[in-house]
């Protein structure tokens, strides 16, 4: 399954595409509601892990382009780590900057405050390799975001927890929350998604791939849940002009969960502003 892979379209948040709304054939949409890129407006209020996403933020000072991706809040003792994409946080090799994390962002309002982020962590081979197709099951990062008295976690609610899985598993009903944009899409409001994955590349730690739903730029770095749990992220796409459109998750594998393990340790480490 190598040729899936070597044809993705990465989700570049600094590049908003016009969207063609045929794309998922109609019958492997499994959204309640959902149009043919399979996705559908969150009902609100947002609760649970909807409450918990948002919307990321930053800033290429090289392009002087700002980047808008997806991001959740996950689980840890420093209850101030944030989930998305490493290409959401290293734009062709070069950090972003003044990086903020808006938790349960709709339509404008950041109802749950703004948190500038003051760490991140992408796998090494983001910080010292120019992006390839090989690059994407390596495709997860971690921010940290200021700690004030009251830590990210006693606004947004308890974060997600990771589940780690290995190559080859399949998951079925996975959610994927994210904001598209380009044709049909604000941009600025809670999109979901309902689908199948199953493995996508039989190197390395692996992926999943869905052909339920085809994100689009902005989609990046949204959360895949699984019962309740997060299982990764959203990282590419085929094209656009694909007719049968799909989308590609990187799982968190265990070198994520030692990664985890070292962003947490460094932000309980962190005074309190």
Not at 36 to 60: E, K, N, W
Not at 76 to 88: D, G, Y
Not at 220 to 237: N, Q
Request: with cysteine; charged share 20%; net charge positive.
């Amino acid at each position: 399954m190598l040729r899936l892979v070597l044809s993705l379209a990465l989700l570049d948040p600094l590049a908003v595409s016009e969207v063609s709304q045929r794309n998922v054939p109609v019958t492997r949409v499994l959204t309640p509601d959902g149009d043919r890129m399979g996705y559908a407006p969150v009902p609100r209020p947002f609760t649970g892990a909807r409450r918990l996403s948002g919307l990321l933020l930053g800033h290429d000072p090289v392009s002087r382009s700002d980047v808008v991706c997806g991001g959740t809040v996950i689980g840890s003792r420093s209850r101030s780590l944030v989930l998305t994409a490493a290409h959401c946080l290293h734009h062709e090799g070069r950090p972003l900057k003044n990086l903020a994390f808006l938790p349960g962002y709709d339509q404008g309002r950041p109802p749950l405050g703004v948190w500038p982020v003051v760490r991140t962590w992408v796998p090494e081979k983001w910080r010292s390799r120019p992006y390839s197709p090989d690059l994407v099951p390596y495709d997860v990062g971690l921010v940290g975001v200021v700690r004030r008295k009251r830590p990210l976690e006693a606004v947004t609610g308890r974060g997600l927890s990771p589940l780690t899985t290995t190559r080859g598993t399949k998951l079925r009903g996975l959610e994927l929350l994210g904001y598209p944009a380009g044709k049909g899409y604000p941009g600025t409001t809670l999109y979901r998604c309902v689908g199948d994955a199953a493995e996508a590349l039989s190197e390395g730690p692996g992926l999943m791939v869905t052909h339920n739903c085809h994100a689009t730029a902005g989609g990046s770095g949204g959360p895949a849940l699984y019962g309740g749990s997060v299982a990764g992220v959203v990282s590419s796409s085929s094209p656009l002009r694909d007719a049968q459109g799909y989308t590609v998750l990187t799982r968190l594998s265990g070198a994520f969960g030692r990664m985890l393990a070292r962003a947490d340790h460094s932000m309980r480490l962190m005074p309190t502003s």
